[in-house]
């Protein structure tokens, strides 16, 4: 479903060590080594998530792993992308209008995070930062260049940039509690619940009249 | 400043295979131990934080701090505790009233953050929260029976435990953006900015009206 773009540069994969029972083609591979990557680092966090371990799950021999992503980083930064294009999502998003926008960014948000793929990219991405500092870029990227600033400035309001990392504090915590540590009830919570919860402080962070904003001098 | 209670018990630790500069006393070593642990949990991560370099950062034999805690994980659960004591600390946050609770907890939590100790604990205990499942249920014990269960209790609100799960949402949140994922201006915006940022967040999450809580069925 998600054939990546660099599939046909890797067609003469080298002989494994042992034959896997599972070659379904080289894209094929290239995906179970992605999706097995994606379910690793959001169920075991960057650091204990191990090639031989996705390869495993891969039912793949783990020279595959490196011959296909080089190295743990690179895998790390191949697979655990954003789980959805902003340009397509962002007019989506924002074409309820201000005055219903922080809903529109919470329902979008917890539906992403109802789907497995969306599930694992992010919560990987998150428990990754908390540990790898280039996954803690991809999570400032994610914030200040692709999503929320794009977002805030669409809306015309003062302050983008702290409005930004306002509601990326607000999405952080919420994967971190509801699928990281899992705090009853919020973490069997149904998504309507969520959406219901969080919408308003997205709307506020985004729209709403803000304090000055005060830096130490 | 912090003498353990536990400090009586090592009187006579092992002599170290090479002598270290710094032998401040028995309960001094501890000391010294347990804060270069808080440091390096914070600053790397538990993964990444190792015997040897908490022992490097002391200034003692690596043999010192398995002889004082145990193990790495003994040594996590001993110094990364709660910064404060919530039976303490909850009568005076409660004392302004349900009508600026929000702002009260706010202050509060930030006013933590902005002393070492205060951001040491916190950010090692969510960065770890991330990677270790120990760490993962100090975090849910921190929300659920020690500190926001038991405010949003005495505010006698309904549905504590959920409003609960959402300030350790926003709280974990802004640990994660403003020292671990350092998202700017969030990161360096000064602590009355912050306060006025999320406080009106928290009153809203303790005691304003929330959607009923659905599960799913």
Do not use: C, W
């Amino acid at each position: 479903m998600n054939s990546s773009p660099d599939h046909e540069k890797a067609q003469t994969p080298p002989a494994p060590g042992r034959r896997s029972g599972r070659r379904p083609g080289t894209s094929g591979t290239r995906d179970a080594i992605a999706a097995a990557a994606r379910e690793a680092f959001a169920g075991l966090g960057y650091d204990r998530a191990s090639l031989r371990g996705i390869a495993q799950r891969a039912g793949v021999d783990p020279a595959l792993v490196l011959h296909f992503f080089g190295s743990k980083q690179q895998l790390f930064a191949s697979v655990v992308q954003l789980p959805f294009d902003p340009e397509t999502v962002l007019p989506q998003v924002l074409a309820v209008g201000r005055g219903a926008i922080g809903e529109s960014l919470a329902r979008f948000v917890v539906g992403m995070l109802e789907t497995e793929r969306g599930r694992n990219s992010l919560t990987g991405i998150v428990r990754a930062a908390a540990s790898e500092p280039a996954a803690a870029r991809i999570v400032r990227e994610m914030v200040t260049e692709r999503i929320f600033v794009p977002l805030a400035e669409a809306l015309g309001t003062d302050d983008a940039q702290l409005r930004a990392s306002l509601v990326g504090s607000q999405v952080v915590g919420l994967v971190m509690a509801r699928y990281v540590v899992a705090v009853e009830p919020l973490a069997s919570a149904d998504p309507a619940t969520v959406i219901a919860a969080i919408g308003p402080t997205l709307q506020r962070y985004l729209v709403e009249p803000l304090p000055a904003v005060g830096r130490p001098s």
